[in-house]
């Protein structure tokens, strides 16, 4: 799931969702039709174009990756139909030829048909993933009491829809309450525990006095999914954050996660934080996670990345520089923010080997 304004472009993304299983974009979808209609203009100006005949061949294989049975069985019936007009000059080949190409038609029908049917498999299956991503983790609002958000997340398996990072922005009695969290695993595996957290964090956010109870409460279920089935080395990292009711503070509690980075008059630099354990190993409640209070200024935002962008590397082993890369986009809307990072590792050429998650929050001080 991408939910960001701003980001790739509609080309990168059309040509990226075709791998996955998407339809082709628009130049596969035209590539046999222009094909037939080149060669069979070439060979009807002239008789020395009958040498280019054979790409005829290459067409009814190429509409199987766009179109269904009956269109591909249009195309390799036009593919007969050339071979066989005088005018073409390509009448000439022996019957061989002719029934090898009649025989690649007929294969390529059968085929684009078995392609149609698994086609109409993965839609469905992608609607249902699409269905379960926001059941877990609807979009989040532009505005959470006085804090605006922003969010960003893309699955480190391609064609998955979830992964094992998750966030959330909820208002309480205490304040705006945020989370940001990366479970071990990845894809449908990590799914079950990523309810898990969200569902904890979500009910302890609202009766939970301070940050320190609602991580002991999210470490508690994990604990307890862990001993149910019998997985010893199941664990989460995460990073809270709680505002105060004007929007001029805010509250962190690292749990193994990379901390915030704030971006404050056009620099940014990471919120330093005292690291607590990660969730899930039982230790949150007996040695609890110190708290770190900031005090914000007008206009100041708040980014929240995943280890899929601390931990992004280039061709000689460099970890993204976050901070500094951010304060040269701090520019940047505060919706726009989280696609100009994406756009950065792409553009730099930084491999993202996880899942990508970011989360913008920006404080909305009351008027004076």
């Not at 505002?243 to 749990?255: E, N, Q, S, W």
Request: glycine share 12%; proline share 8%.
């Amino acid at each position: 799931m991408t939910s960001v304004r701003g980001g790739a472009s509609r080309r990168d993304v059309e040509d990226r969702g075709w791998l996955r299983g998407a339809p082709p974009p628009r130049w596969v979808r035209m590539l046999p039709v222009v094909l037939l209609v080149v060669v069979t203009a070439a060979t009807l100006a002239t008789p020395k174009a009958r040498d280019v005949g054979f790409l005829l061949g290459a067409i009814p294989p190429l509409a199987v990756l766009s179109y269904g049975p009956w269109a591909t069985a249009a195309l390799g019936g036009a593919v007969v139909v050339v071979l066989n007009v005088p005018a073409t000059h390509l009448n000439r080949p022996g019957n061989t030829d002719l029934l090898t190409i009649v025989f690649v038609a007929l294969l390529s029908v059968f085929v684009s048909y078995v392609r149609s049917h698994r086609d109409a498999q993965l839609a469905v299956e992608r609607a249902i993933g699409e269905a379960v991503q926001r059941a877990v983790m609807p979009p989040l609002p532009e505005r959470v009491g006085r804090i605006g958000c922003a969010g960003f997340y893309r699955a480190a398996q391609d064609g998955t829809l979830v992964g094992g990072d998750f966030f959330d922005v909820r208002d309480g009695p205490g304040g705006v309450r945020a989370v940001m969290g990366d479970v071990r695993g990845h894809g449908l595996a990590a799914m079950a525990t990523v309810v898990s957290l969200m569902g904890a964090f979500r009910e302890a956010a609202l009766d939970q006095p301070g940050l320190e109870g609602v991580a002991a409460r999210m470490d508690r279920r994990l604990a307890v999914d862990s001993a149910g089935d019998g997985q010893t080395e199941l664990f989460a990292t995460a990073v809270l954050l709680e505002f105060t009711g004007d929007g001029g503070a805010v509250r962190v509690l690292a749990c193994g996660h990379p901390p915030p980075v704030l971006l404050h008059a056009g620099q940014a630099r990471e919120v330093t934080v005292t690291p607590g354990p990660p969730l899930g190993i039982g230790l949150v409640g007996l040695d609890p996670p110190k708290e770190v209070t900031l005090v914000l200024a007008t206009g100041d935002r708040l980014l929240l990345a995943s280890d899929g962008v601390w931990e992004a590397r280039n061709a000689s082993g460099a970890f993204y520089p976050l901070p500094e890369r951010l304060a040269r986009l701090a520019g940047a809307g505060e919706a726009e923010l989280p696609g100009a990072v994406w756009a950065d590792l792409a553009r730099l050429g930084y491999e993202v080997r996880d899942d990508v998650t970011m989360l913008v929050l920006t404080p909305r001080r009351p008027p004076a």
